[in-house]
């Protein structure tokens, strides 16, 4: 087995050009986890950077190789006053958020990138990031629970293709009153005392980058409105014809600004805008998923898909009718429980108990409502475990579930196909996972949706909407304006 260093590009990057990764590690045996490629920060433009890509590989150059077998993780308790402003540093180079309303979790830097293989969420692919996680040797510093190594990052969301994930040298965590911090370093290196951990935290506060905001904008959709709709009718003449039973439509919509955008203004507008969602930044693609595939506690699992969605009006008695309307509609029930129906029978050979509402709720955002059911189960464990290091991880029921009909369609591969032809661009990471996975195989991944990829001055927004029978071509288009709305009001400012 060979772990190797991806550069492949989130947005750009087409189906024929996916080829073997661009570094190769040593060879190593295959019962053993080892050598990784590990990135350290670069300046913007780096020329190790793949250009193809947009919106990730600029705070990353290629460096040595390592085995995680010779890395040591060292977790200390931190006084929450003592944390820097997580969401502030969360735009310095080198940094991953995601966050939560419960937590908050900031990788700093590199200590390993785990590349996995196209196809990314096939057979045996994740096995590749929790054996790299358990070959970490994990220490208490001064912390009594939690911490250890992590694995975060966005995967692509087309499952054949190939990925990475990447283990923080820093990892910064809040859940209400607790805090911790992990440091990653070689085990031939004494272990970081907590001066070293606090000089860490300080150099976080320190790397924040200057700059304001851009105030002049131009906005580029990837197609003409009547060209999208026509999108639209076309794949309703698929679902006429009986090819598909749900196909998800995407749009994108191209900024650019005349200064560069500042990535800690625009996630903390995220974060103020959509207190209730997960507020990501993976390299350049950032966002507010309302989305949750999956998250793992133990044995405990829950899913949040989200399908069927209205407008927001801000008056009560408007709002309130839109949500009767949303509840009673043949059309959007159908297609909710079409992805809800799907996800059930892809979690159910994996648990003992699930638990499948049979209506749906409503979830309420900024403005926009959709119908979502949280299911919940119990995960079996491998045959011969004893503990939860025995069940299926955060990851890969993750992999089990991308691309949910919430995403892609119905079929799955026929949407897919459909969706390559007819898009017209790549998505890259958006809708697909986004998040993190410890040691213990606990995590959780959303969908990478109300995204973005920025790079520079340019920005590229993406939405989409579930095509199925009964849609309207023109009602569909304002429902994608609608979506495009949360990055919007995130960064475009006049």
């Known amino acids: 087995m060979t772990i190797t260093s991806s550069h492949r590009g989130p947005d750009k990057t087409r189906a024929d050009d996916v080829r073997a990764d661009d570094v190769r590690a040593d060879e190593v045996r295959a019962d053993d986890v080892r050598a990784d490629e590990v990135e350290g920060d670069a300046p913007a433009g780096s020329e190790k950077r793949d250009r193809t890509a947009r919106g990730q590989g600029n705070d990353a150059n290629l460096a040595t190789a390592r085995d995680p077998e010779d890395l040591r993780a060292v977790t200390f308790e931190v006084p929450p006053e003592a944390l820097p402003d997580l969401i502030r540093a969360a735009g310095t180079p ?27 969420a096939g057979p045996g692919s994740t096995d590749l990031v929790a054996r790299a996680l358990k070959a970490i040797e994990a220490q208490a510093g001064t912390a009594r629970s939690a911490g250890g ?20 040298r820093l990892l910064v965590a809040q859940r209400g ?56 009718q076309r794949a309703l003449g698929e679902l006429e014809e009986g090819h598909l039973a749900k196909v998800v439509l995407a749009r994108r919509v191209d900024v650019e600004a005349n200064r560069p955008f500042v990535l800690h203004d625009a996630l903390a507008r995220l ?106 189960g119990t995960l079996l464990r491998h045959a011969g475990a004893e503990s939860t290091a025995g069940a299926p991880t955060a990851l890969e029921v993750a992999a089990l579930l991308q691309p949910t009909p919430a995403v ?85 400012r006049p």
Request: glycine share 8%; aromatic share 6%; proline share 8%.
């Open 408 to 492: 892609g369609g119905d079929p799955t591969d026929a949407a897919l196909a459909w969706q390559a032809a007819n898009e017209g661009f790549d998505r890259g990471w958006y809708a697909g996972p986004v998040g993190w996975v410890d040691s213990r195989g606990d995590g959780e991944w959303v969908l990478g949706l109300r995204s973005a990829y920025l790079e520079g001055r340019r920005a590229s927004l993406y939405a989409g909407n579930g095509i199925v029978a009964g849609s309207d071509p023109q009602a569909e288009l304002a429902e994608t304006q609608l979506k495009l709305q949360a990055l919007l009001a995130a960064l475009v």
């Open 149 to 168: 190594p992590v694995a975060m990052g966005a995967l692509p969301y087309d499952p054949s293709r190939s990925g990475y994930l990447s283990i923080p």
């Open 94 to 120: 080198g940094c991953t958020l995601l966050r939560r309303s419960e937590y908050c979790l900031l990788g700093a830097g590199e200590a390993l990138r785990v590349s996995l293989p196209a196809p990314w």
């Open 271 to 376: 974060v103020s805008l959509y207190p209730s969602c997960a507020i990501f930044r993976v390299e350049g693609f950032i966002g507010a998923s309302p989305e949750i595939l999956v998250r793992r506690t133990g044995t405990q699992i829950l899913s949040h898909p989200l399908a069927g969605t209205v407008a927001r009006s801000g008056n009560q008695a408007s709002d309130d009718a839109l949500l009767a309307g949303l509840m009673a509609s043949p059309k959007h029930r159908r297609e909710h429980r079409l992805v809800v129906d799907e996800i059930a029978s892809r979690l159910r050979p994996l648990c003992s108990r699930l638990d499948v509402p049979d209506e749906p709720s409503v979830i309420a955002l900024r403005n926009v409502s959709h119908l979502g059911t949280v299911l919940t």
């Open 177 to 232: 009153a607790e805090a911790w911090a992990t440091l990653i370093c070689d085990k031939n290196e004494p272990a970081p005392r907590l001066e070293i951990l606090h000089a860490e935290l300080q150099k976080l506060i320190d790397a924040v980058p200057a700059g304001r905001p851009p105030d002049t904008f131009t906005l580029t959709p990837s197609l003409p409105h009547d060209r999208w709709q026509a999108l639209v």
